[in-house]
């Protein structure tokens, strides 16, 4: 229900770009999900971040400082809805380039969790504890969603 970009998607559904607008004029975003295989599970790595066009490859340490940031992070919410409809028992993982960002991604889910729980399920992992449901309030090193 957030204010969000319009976006593109390929045929696969695993690649989303849109562009953020802003006083640093309009940044090519990205959007990968790339998947992965750990111990025999599968999964889908969420990839985020600036396009850099000279190296034709994600940049997810970069800051634009568009000033759109929630606009930007509901857009990419919604790339993953749009994945998870594409493949609704493939698991997606998202974790921060840095713990700030980490944490910022964990306030959306928490701020958004009324919206999120009836569509995802939300699992977050916590070192020293594991994959556990995610529960507001605790601080969390990575997230997985999968479809209900």
Known sequence: ?????????NESYL????ESSGPKGLVKK??????????GMTYFNL????????????????????LDTQ????T???????????????????EGSTPAR???Y????SGNLAQIEPILEIYAFKKGVGWEPFQIGTNYEAFMARRK
Do not use: C, H
């Open 1 to 9: 229900n957030q204010l969000q970009y319009e976006f593109q998607t």
């Open 15 to 18: 690649d989303f770009e849109f």
């Open 30 to 39: 990205v959007v990968r999900y790339s998947p992965r295989n750990v111990e």
């Open 47 to 66: 990839g985020f971040g600036d396009w850099n066009e000279e190296e034709g490859r994600i940049d997810d340490v970069s800051t634009t400082n568009n």
């Open 71 to 74: 606009k930007v992070l509901a």
């Open 76 to 94: 990419v919410a919604a790339t993953v809805l749009e994945f998870t409809a594409a493949y609704p028992d493939m698991l997606v993982y998202a």
């Open 102 to 104: 980490t944490r910022l």
């Open 106 to 109: 964990q306030m959306g889910i």
